[in-house]
């Protein structure tokens, strides 16, 4: 298992925004995880997705790494900033925008 | 095995006593529920901290006998 969180450290800090998901960004495979990519790329936000579908051992190992017991599960500069009921209410609040701005991810 | 909607809410007023909780079902079958809690407890904390609180009040249930839960927590 180290290995698996290693290498979604490495993931979640050489990508400065990055969507452990069902599916992928085009073909999302669940309503969860296509409600937080289109979240996304309403914002115009360029992401990395990790179909967690194809690789058991990454589906398992992000919810130990997060502490968190579902997908999607969306980080912002290496951070975790939670699944699709958190990024839907930030998004609505103007909380998600804020935060991509302040990180310099959107303008 | 589903958990009906007074079952939900007793359980989360133990675990919250003195939160506001308003439990909706999503889906008429006991198994999917909106819920929303505001508890001054939760001030502070990020919503990730604050939705982790409410999964461990219910770990013994969630994903098992409750299958699809929309959280939403707020300090005020």
Known sequence: ?????????ET???????????????FPQCGFSAAVAH??????????????LRDAEVRQGIKEYSDWPTIPQLYIKGEFIGGC??????????????????????? | ?????????????????????????LVADDNHYSVK?????????????QHKMVNSALKEILGDVLHAMQLSTSAN
């Open chain 1, 12 to 26: 979640i800090s050489s990508n400065d925004v990055v969507l452990y998901m069902k599916g992928t960004k085009d």
């Open chain 2, 1 to 25: 095995m589903p958990i009906a909607q007074n079952k939900l809410e007793q359980l989360l007023q133990e675990n919250f006593p003195d939160a506001q909780i308003a439990v909706t079902a």
């Open chain 1, 39 to 52: 979240v996304l790329k309403t914002l115009g936000v360029d992401f990395h997705d990790v179909d967690i």
């Open chain 1, 85 to 107: 009921d958190i990024v839907k209410e930030m998004f609505q609040s103007g909380e998600l925008q804020e935060l991509l701005k302040a990180k310099n991810i959107i303008n």
């Open chain 2, 37 to 49: 809690i505001i508890d001054k407890i939760f001030a502070g904390k990020t919503r990730v901290e």
């Open chain 1, 1 to 9: 298992m180290t290995n698996i969180l290693e290498k979604i450290q």
